[in-house]
């Protein structure tokens, strides 16, 4: 069964990192408030992307078991395609 987190992956290999959240218990109820999600500070942040940041945004063991699960379910490199809207220069 190709299948991660309910989603029909045809090119997905079996690993630990692509059967991480199986028989995960979702909450019935959507945990969080609008006021959890709304910034504390709401003002034009246009400055902040002027100058690129090169820094990574999550530890070295969580990028090293995406990578993994990325192994596990994308097209192996060369034979298929990815559009990564979320990309970094490390991606």
Same mark, same amino acid.
């Given at each position: &069964?190709? *299948?991660?987190?309910?989603?029909?992956?045809?090119?997905?290999?079996?690993?630990?990192? =692509?059967?991480?959240?199986?028989?995960?218990?979702?909450?019935?109820?959507?945990?969080?408030? /609008? =006021?959890?999600? /709304?910034?504390?500070? =709401?003002?034009?942040? &246009?400055?902040?992307?002027?100058?690129?940041?090169?820094? %990574? %945004? *999550?530890?070295?063991?969580?990028?090293?078991?995406? /990578?993994?699960?990325? &192994?596990?379910?994308?097209?192996?490199?060369?034979?298929?395609?990815?559009?990564?809207?979320?990309?970094?220069?490390? =991606?």
């Amino acid at each position: &069964q190709n *299948a991660v987190c309910g989603l029909m992956l045809p090119n997905m290999r079996i690993s630990p990192a =692509s059967r991480a959240l199986e028989g995960l218990e979702w909450p019935e109820v959507f945990p969080y408030s /609008t =006021s959890d999600l /709304t910034p504390e500070w =709401s003002g034009n942040d &246009q400055a902040f992307y002027v100058i690129p940041k090169f820094g %990574h %945004h *999550a530890g070295e063991e969580c990028r090293a078991a995406l /990578t993994e699960f990325y &192994q596990a379910a994308l097209p192996v490199s060369g034979t298929g395609a990815v559009l990564d809207l979320c990309s970094s220069f490390t =991606s």
